[in-house]
């Protein structure tokens, strides 16, 4: 296991850490988050929201004479990067959203991190400038051209200190290569690709060619009345360049191999979990769609989520997952009063922590759920401004679903449906997570004694 990570329930205790966002009076839906990443070595975190901004938060150096106050994530830059656009073609209205952001692992003394809404995939450079040139010879101190007839001495350029800026600059912009929403984006382990995923196509991209992009995955029908499925999530293999999955809304796992075909519309392994008959209903198919695939750090399994569990999956085992967990079995007798309010589709993404040993998803109310994959125990932990003091301890919350509740459960009825925990990240390498809770960000760490 790697150190600092510890057994989830013996040893972690978790406690709050730090709160971004205003308090939730008047919040509009351009404030809502809606992606978390940590970048590969934890040091930035970034965020996207529905009104097209990226917030990058860095983590300050810890500071020698309060030990006890572990390095803080404060805001680094913020960037507008997708605006509203208008389709005029299909008169439809594309939104500035950030559904997606991955980072590059970083080269130079620069970030670079792609972003992407419906429709178009950027790629951001993100750098410091604490020095600005002075003494050009063309050009005078204000930049403009200066008369070459009067240039009589040449001058050395020197640089002068200045006050740090941060700029994010778009270095690439990779548009009109998606007919459908663009749901995943995920960085190949070579660094020169990446591959965007809409409910139909997968396209694989060169970071230096914006132009054209090569179609890998096509499941579009000749017929679209015959369209059964839509691609949900996509991602590369962590350490094997020709290896991606593609998971679909009927609840099934692709693996592909790029080495077999030019198209893998032919995948290389097909992951899925007989159907239990005894539990079919209306809502079976709706609830079995998965939203958000991921392969572990080892690559050795994936990790899917569906609306009302976590699987993990063996990459040698196709028949059915080595481990399922209840992420919030209590909303089974729910399903009805969910379907009309348009929860069920609620689209939860899932976390692996550094060392594969602990998964981490959302639930409503502004739960969260760790499960422990060594020990099998699991807990619910709450983002809530009640229990934003620094260094307070989260409380396990218990929900109750029928019969006496006791004093410190909360009954299945009184859940807040519209406080839902859909995006989190987890330190690659530490116990700190960050959760987004609407328009607030919450990072929680484990209690260092």
Same mark, same amino acid.
């Given at each position: 296991?790697?150190?600092?990570?510890?057994?989830?329930?013996? =040893?972690? &205790?978790?406690?709050?850490?730090?709160?971004?966002?205003?308090?939730?009076? $008047?919040?509009?839906?351009?404030?809502?988050?809606?992606?978390?990443?940590?970048?590969?070595?934890?040091?930035?975190?970034?965020?996207?929201?529905?009104?097209?901004?990226?917030?990058?938060?860095?983590?300050?150096?810890?500071?020698?004479?309060?030990?006890?106050?572990?390095?803080?994530?404060?805001?680094?830059?913020?960037?507008?990067?997708?605006?509203?656009?208008?389709?005029?073609?299909?008169?439809?209205?594309?939104?500035?959203?950030?559904?997606?952001?991955?980072?590059?692992?970083?080269?130079?003394?620069?970030?670079?991190?792609?972003?992407?809404? +419906?429709?178009?995939?950027?790629?951001?450079?993100?750098?410091?400038?604490?020095?600005?040139?002075?003494?050009?010879?063309?050009?005078?101190? /204000?930049?403009? &051209?200066?008369?070459? *007839?009067?240039?009589?001495? &040449? %001058?050395?350029?020197?640089?002068?200190?200045?006050?740090?800026?941060?700029?994010?600059?778009? %270095?690439? #912009?990779?548009?009109?290569?998606?007919?459908?929403?663009?749901?995943?984006?995920?960085?190949?382990? /070579?660094?020169?690709?990446?591959?965007?995923?809409? +409910?139909?196509?997968?396209?694989?991209?060169?970071?230096?060619?914006?132009?054209? *992009?090569?179609?890998?995955?096509?499941?579009?029908?000749?017929?679209?009345?015959?369209?059964?499925?839509?691609?949900?999530?996509?991602?590369?293999?962590?350490?094997?360049?020709?290896?991606?999955?593609?998971? !679909?809304?009927?609840?099934?796992?692709?693996?592909?191999?790029? %080495?077999?075909?030019?198209?893998?519309?032919?995948?290389?392994?097909?992951?899925?979990?007989?159907?239990?008959?005894?539990?079919?209903?209306?809502? !079976?198919?709706?609830?079995? *769609?998965?939203?958000?695939?991921?392969?572990?750090?080892? $690559?050795?399994?994936?990790?899917?989520?569906?609306?009302?569990? #976590?699987?993990?999956?063996?990459?040698?085992?196709? @028949?059915?997952?080595?481990?399922?967990?209840?992420?919030?079995?209590?909303?089974?007798?729910?399903?009805?009063?969910?379907?009309?309010?348009?929860?069920?589709?609620?689209?939860?993404?899932?976390?692996?922590?550094? *060392?594969?040993?602990?998964?981490?998803?959302?639930?409503? @109310?502004?739960?969260?759920?760790?499960?422990?994959?060594?020990?099998? %125990?699991?807990?619910?932990?709450?983002?809530?401004?009640?229990?934003?003091?620094?260094?307070?301890?989260?409380?396990?919350?218990? #929900?109750?679903?029928?019969?006496?509740?006791?004093?410190?459960?909360?009954?299945?009825?009184?859940?807040?449906?519209?406080?839902?925990?859909?995006?989190?990240?987890?330190?690659?390498?530490?116990?700190?997570?960050?959760?987004?809770?609407?328009?607030?960000?919450?990072?929680?760490? =484990?209690?260092?004694?």
């Amino acid at each position: 296991m790697t150190p600092g990570f510890g057994s989830l329930m013996q =040893d972690v &205790l978790w406690c709050f850490s730090q709160i971004k966002g205003t308090i939730d009076t $008047g919040v509009t839906e351009s404030d809502i988050i809606s992606t978390v990443e940590f970048n590969h070595t934890g040091e930035l975190l970034a965020t996207g929201d529905k009104g097209g901004r990226v917030v990058i938060f860095q983590r300050e150096q810890e500071s020698k004479n309060q030990p006890h106050r572990r390095g803080e994530y404060n805001v680094y830059s913020t960037f507008q990067s997708h605006e509203p656009e208008f389709d005029y073609l299909k008169s439809l209205e594309i939104e500035e959203k950030i559904n997606k952001i991955r980072w590059l692992p970083q080269q130079n003394a620069a970030y670079f991190l792609l972003s992407t809404n +419906d429709k178009t995939v950027k790629l951001w450079k993100v750098s410091e400038r604490d020095k600005r040139p002075e003494g050009y010879n063309l050009k005078d101190e /204000d930049g403009r &051209l200066r008369d070459p *007839s009067m240039i009589t001495v &040449l %001058r050395v350029p020197v640089l002068r200190p200045m006050d740090l800026m941060v700029e994010a600059t778009p %270095r690439r #912009v990779f548009a009109n290569a998606h007919t459908y929403h663009i749901n995943s984006i995920s960085v190949n382990s /070579d660094y020169e690709t990446y591959m965007s995923a809409d +409910d139909l196509r997968i396209n694989l991209w060169n970071f230096e060619i914006t132009n054209q *992009s090569f179609n890998i995955v096509d499941i579009k029908p000749a017929n679209m009345e015959e369209l059964t499925e839509v691609i949900t999530a996509a991602e590369f293999h962590p350490h094997h360049c020709n290896t991606f999955v593609y998971s !679909s809304s009927k609840g099934t796992i692709r693996l592909c191999d790029m %080495r077999t075909a030019a198209l893998c519309d032919r995948h290389a392994k097909f992951f899925e979990e007989p159907e239990d008959p005894s539990n079919r209903s209306f809502f !079976s198919e709706i609830i079995s *769609s998965i939203s958000d695939v991921k392969f572990s750090h080892s $690559g050795r399994y994936i990790m899917t989520r569906d609306y009302l569990t #976590v699987k993990v999956w063996d990459l040698n085992m196709e @028949n059915r997952p080595i481990e399922t967990y209840q992420v919030h079995d209590y909303l089974r007798s729910k399903l009805c009063s969910l379907y009309e309010n348009d929860c069920i589709f609620d689209k939860f993404e899932c976390v692996w922590n550094g *060392s594969d040993s602990v998964i981490m998803t959302g639930s409503y @109310n502004n739960f969260f759920r760790m499960f422990d994959r060594n020990t099998k %125990r699991d807990v619910t932990l709450e983002a809530s401004r009640e229990n934003s003091k620094p260094r307070a301890i989260l409380k396990p919350r218990k #929900v109750c679903v029928g019969g006496k509740r006791r004093k410190d459960e909360i009954s299945v009825d009184s859940l807040d449906f519209s406080k839902k925990i859909l995006h989190t990240a987890w330190h690659p390498s530490e116990n700190i997570i960050a959760v987004a809770a609407t328009n607030n960000l919450y990072i929680f760490q =484990d209690k260092v004694n």
